[in-house]
């Protein structure tokens, strides 16, 4: 986040051994996804806490720790360098095993990030003693924080709802409008489940689009959201063309301005409340 100085008072957190988080976190990125072969995590999958690569795996993540541990703060004794190695390889022993019983979908890879994640932060401040920084650095959430927070939840399920009631009086008009036939030579009909499927990644791709465009606003880089525009339109052109439905047509770039203009006037709306309105007087 962006912010002026002279008017909002930035988070500055006084910690000490921050090259150490970096490197615990360095040290889980490589074990988790570059010393972890495919063939390991099919057998985890499969066998659970009997897969044999599960403990290798959870080894180099101790050892890995070990390394940045020893490296990046020597001052800190063998003792909590032993225990906090430990802690991380038995965690990730046992949170590994527990994903193993989960889909494998995004939201059990992400969750599984996230619980690492923390692992990691309460090794750090475990290993050098600043659990009164950490709990001070909650005590500076304010409200400019928050109030980011709010513009980015705002510009994602909120937005859509609002649009989809806003578009929905011509919802149904360019439905009405798809032409139908039942001449065999004609390719099939997409189903439920294919169009269910496609409107969620519509909406996904709605998502990261307002992000995009609020992210871009807070940060006063206006040309970005056309370009950003521009590429959404190349590639909407050859559907559009092809379908040659000028209700289409209008219906998709009364959607594309409709969420543009909200996102712009949320981004605004976040930037007076921070106090760095993109606006020169």
């Known amino acids: ?13 006084n910690f000490m051994h921050s090259e150490l988080l970096i490197g615990l976190l360095l040290a889980h990125l490589l074990a988790d996804f570059y010393f972890q072969p495919y063939s390991w995590v099919e057998q985890r999958n499969e066998r659970h806490a009997r897969a044999l690569p599960l403990y290798f795996h959870a ?43 989960c889909a494998q979908n995004i ?32 005590q500076h959430v304010g409200v400019p924080h928050l109030v980011v927070v709010l513009a980015y939840l705002a510009v994602l399920k909120p937005s859509s709802i609002i649009i989809k009631q806003l578009l929905s009086p011509w919802s149904g008009e360019v439905l009405a409008n798809k032409p139908t036939s039942s001449h065999p030579n004609d390719p099939p009909t997409i189903s439920t489940e294919a169009q269910q499927t496609l409107s ?21 880089q206006f ?29 998709v ?8 203009a909200m996102t712009i006037a949320i981004g605004l709306a976040c930037s007076a409340v921070l106090g760095h309105l993109p606006i020169k007087s």
């Open 107 to 138: 939201t059990a890879f992400v969750v599984d990030q996230i619980a690492h994640i923390v692992v990691i932060l309460g090794v750090f401040l475990y290993a050098t003693n600043q659990w009164r920084e950490a709990v001070g650095l909650l």
């Open 1 to 13: 986040m962006i912010t002026d100085a002279s008017n909002v008072t930035m988070i500055t957190p």
């Open 223 to 251: 040309s970005a959201i056309g370009f950003l525009i521009a590429a959404k339109s190349i590639f909407r052109f050859g559907d559009l063309t092809k379908h040659q439905d000028r209700k289409l047509t209008e219906y």
């Open 59 to 101: 080894l180099i993540h101790g050892v890995l720790a070990i390394i940045a541990l020893v490296l990046l703060s020597p001052s800190i004794n063998m003792v909590t360098i032993g225990i906090s190695s430990l802690i991380l390889m038995l965690s990730h022993f046992i949170i590994d095993v527990v994903k193993s019983h």
């Open 200 to 220: 969620l990644a519509g909406q996904r791709i709605g998502y990261l689009e307002r992000v995009l465009m609020l992210t871009f606003v807070l940060l006063n």
């Open 253 to 260: 770039l009364l959607g594309t301005f409709t969420s543009v």
